[in-house]
């Protein structure tokens, strides 16, 4: 059984920037697509940005140009850099990894963008 757990958040003011990173009790490289998802209180939870197998990306509307997902081998983590971070960003954020049919998830971690 996989293991996700996310880390990083935390509260941040308006333009700052957050890293959150999610460890993985298996290697990364293995999984068939890596992901960040979030969900703001009321709201569904939304896609944020994704990082394949072979390490294309994508990203949200309302994040591109701002967040990077990326890898990290020695440390078998996945990660998001939040830059110029927005109210609207505010949201638990998720974890997720997908093998095969079957996906995981993480516990989630807090992001509030506030001043």
């Known amino acids: 059984q996989v293991q996700l757990v996310e880390s990083g958040g935390g509260l941040v003011q308006p333009g700052g920037s957050l890293q959150l990173s999610c460890a993985a009790s298996g290697d990364i490289f293995s999984f068939d697509m890596m992901a960040w998802y979030r969900q703001a209180s009321g709201k569904q939870r939304e896609l944020v940005a994704f990082i394949s197998k072979s390490a294309s990306t994508s990203y949200a509307d309302s994040v591109t140009g701002r967040f990077a997902i990326s890898r990290d081998s020695p440390t078998n983590t996945m990660a998001l850099q939040m830059n110029s971070l927005k109210p609207e960003d505010t949201a638990v954020y998720y974890c997720?990894?997908?093998?095969?049919?079957?996906?995981?998830w993480g516990q989630g971690t807090q992001v509030t963008v506030s001043s």
């Open positions: 997720n990894a997908i093998s095969g049919q079957t996906s995981y």
